[in-house]
C-alpha cells in the first residue's frame, strides 16, 4: 500500500498561486495513478485533476480552465497541482488518492478507483 501527505495549502488572496505537494511513501510510487480532488464545505468531494502512472498523461476537469497543472516526479515519489489565479470557490481541502496499476498511461477521474487518500490540505481564498 502507499501513504500520501498533502502540504502546501493555506489562506491565499484572489489571484494569487499556489502549489499544493503530495509525497508518497510505501510501494513503488510509478506504479500509481495519481489524481487531486477537492471538498468544499457542504458539498461532495470533486475530481479536479489526474496524471497517469509513467506516460505523463493528464485529465482535468472542466472547471479547471487552464488555471490547474498536475504534475509529478516519480524519483520524488511526489505529485503536484499547481494553481494560479485562484479564486474565492476554489476554497476546499484538497486531497490527492492513489490508484494502483500496471498500465503506464491509465488514469482516472473516478473517486471509487483511488483506493488510497491523504488526509487532505486546506485552501482558503479570499476576495
Known amino acids: 500500500q502507499v501513504q500520501l501527505v498533502e502540504s502546501g495549502g493555506g489562506l491565499v488572496q484572489a489571484g494569487d498561486s499556489l502549489r499544493l505537494s503530495c509525497a508518497a511513501s510505501?510501494?513503488?510510487?510509478?506504479?500509481?495513478?495519481m489524481g487531486w480532488f477537492r471538498q468544499a464545505p457542504g458539498k461532495e468531494r470533486e475530481f479536479v485533476a489526474a496524471?497517469?502512472?509513467?506516460?505523463?498523461?493528464?485529465y482535468y476537469a472542466d472547471f479547471v480552465e487552464g488555471r490547474f497543472t498536475i504534475s509529478r516526479d516519480n524519483a520524488k515519489s511526489t505529485v503536484y497541482l499547481q494553481v494560479i489565479s485562484l479564486k474565492p470557490e476554489d476554497t476546499a481541502v484538497y486531497y490527492c488518492?492513489?490508484?494502483?496499476?500496471?498500465?503506464?498511461?491509465?488514469?482516472?477521474?473516478?473517486?471509487?478507483?483511488?483506493?488510497?487518500w491523504g488526509q487532505g490540505t486546506q485552501v482558503t481564498v479570499s476576495s
Open positions: 496524471i497517469s502512472a509513467r506516460s505523463g498523461r493528464t
Open positions: 488518492a492513489a490508484d494502483y496499476t500496471l498500465y503506464s498511461d491509465y488514469l482516472t477521474p473516478r473517486r471509487i478507483d483511488y483506493r488510497y
Open positions: 510505501g510501494r513503488t510510487f510509478s506504479s500509481y495513478a
